[in-house]
């Protein structure tokens, strides 16, 4: 079992930066494929930032160049660096660890179908962008 813990969301106006972190327990995250998501009102799952097992980043498009994903395996926290951040980035923003690596964005948000493996996800930290 893996518990994820998202903390760093808030508000910030438009061209602001926040950095969000998750933090993992019961078992390292460099053994899964991890990355972020993110959930806006009405709207589906979106895949936003993956890490694989080798360090190998993945970005969406609508985030390159803006994101950052990093994974601290000292301690055992997953982080996202936002910069330029746009009303459009608005929503609930979760963590997850899942097998098998490497993963896909809709394995990620598990939105229509679970991976293979094992899966984790947090309860997410709200990020409000105003223009």
């Known amino acids: 079992q893996v518990q994820l813990v998202e903390s760093g969301g808030g508000s910030v106006q438009a061209g602001g930066s926040l950095r969000l972190s998750c933090a993992a327990s019961?078992?390292?995250?460099?053994?899964?494929?991890t990355g972020w998501f993110r959930q806006a009102p009405g709207k589906e799952r979106e895949g936003v930032a993956t890490?694989?097992?080798?360090?190998?980043?993945r970005y969406a498009d609508s985030v390159t160049g803006r994101f950052t994903i990093s994974r601290d395996n000292t301690k055992n926290t997953l982080y996202l660096e936002m910069d330029r951040l746009q009303p459009e980035d608005t929503a609930m923003y979760y963590c997850?660890?899942?097998?098998?690596?490497?993963?896909?964005?809709?394995?990620?948000?598990?939105?229509?179908?679970?991976?293979?493996?094992?899966?984790?996800r947090g309860q997410g930290t709200q990020v409000t962008v105003s223009s």
């Open positions: 997850a660890a899942l097998l098998p690596d490497p993963c896909s964005f809709p394995e990620l948000t598990g939105a229509h179908y679970q991976p293979r493996g094992a899966h984790y």
């Open positions: 890490v694989f097992i080798s360090g190998r980043t």
């Open positions: 019961g078992s390292a995250l460099e053994r899964y494929c």
